[in-house]
């Protein structure tokens, strides 16, 4: 008995550390350090947040506990400019792709030959230059996203790039009370707006890996998904409940993420 005993707190000591976190920083192309998270052991998943967010975000929600059961590993950086991550000082900075090289090289600092990706919001916009740039983005799930993103000149992106810099700029009060209340540094967040990427549909177009495009039943905050369904082939599209706010964190959420990347 006295062996059995052992063995089972040797089996559990092991599987607490298999879901433990580590974090640590990774320095990416032009010496910025970006911190991140890695938990459980298994095929890898990387969890891109939305704007204002940070990898913490997914800690403790449905999809990400649902993906450790399932036994994959969940990667969650912090987009530069987020959490504690680097906040550079300059908008070149964010610019021509930053966000997604920075990602890319995490993954190659990490040895990983391939891995899945599941985007929320401003994350589903970084997480389509993955799918154009790294061939190693083998699955993605793309979350609270249309297809308006696809237009450089987006007036909702110009809209919080102008209301950021400018607090004069009206309608936006609500929003700024907001990032005041998280300590958020509105310099860092116009320049992630000024130098979002946009993916044109010739782009998207192109993309191979079979990709999941879920919103919520109540969200167009960013078009509509299955406007952004039609342009990439092959595509699927469905719907949860919730609006933009809430639909990332249900259990249906978590049980079609889980359910595309097995």
């Keep these: 008995m006295r062996i059995l005993f052992l063995c089972f707190l040797i089996a559990l000591s092991n599987s607490l550390l298999a879901q433990s976190d580590t974090a640590t920083y990774f320095s990416s ?28 975000d997914w800690k403790g929600k449905p999809v990400t ?8 590993q969940v990667i ?36 990983i030959k391939n891995y899945a990706a599941v985007g929320y919001s401003r994350g589903s916009i970084i997480l389509a230059r993955l799918l154009v740039k790294d061939k190693r983005c083998t699955r993605a799930v793309i979350g609270g996203m249309g297809a308006d ?8 992106r110009l809209g919080f790039y102008n209301a950021l810099m400018n607090d004069s700029i009206r309608g936006y009060d609500e929003f700024r009370k907001y990032i005041a209340s998280k300590g958020l540094n509105p310099r860092d967040l116009a320049y992630q707006q000024k130098e979002q990427p946009s993916t044109s ?19 167009q905050d960013n078009g ?16 949860v409940t919730g609006n933009h706010n809430t639909s990332a964190w249900t259990s249906e959420f978590a049980g079609k993420v889980a359910a595309f990347l097995k």
């Design 29 to 56: 192309f032009d010496k910025v350090k970006i911190h991140y998270t890695a938990i459980g052991h298994g095929r890898p998943v990387l969890l891109l947040h939305g704007f204002t967010g940070t990898g913490s």
């Design 65 to 72: 506990d649902s993906l450790l059961a399932k036994g994959f």
């Design 76 to 111: 969650m950086p912090d987009l530069r400019g987020n959490g504690l991550s680097g906040k550079p000082v300059h908008a070149d900075s964010y610019a021509h792709d930053a966000e997604a090289k920075d990602l890319i090289g995490l993954i190659t600092f990490l040895g």
């Design 149 to 156: 993103f696809t237009n450089p000149r987006w007036p909702r």
């Design 201 to 219: 549909p010739k782009e998207l177009a192109g993309i191979k890996a079979p990709v999941l495009i879920i919103c919520g039943n109540a969200d």
């Design 224 to 239: 509509k998904g299955n406007d952004l369904q039609k342009l990439i082939p092959g595509s699927k599209f469905v719907e």
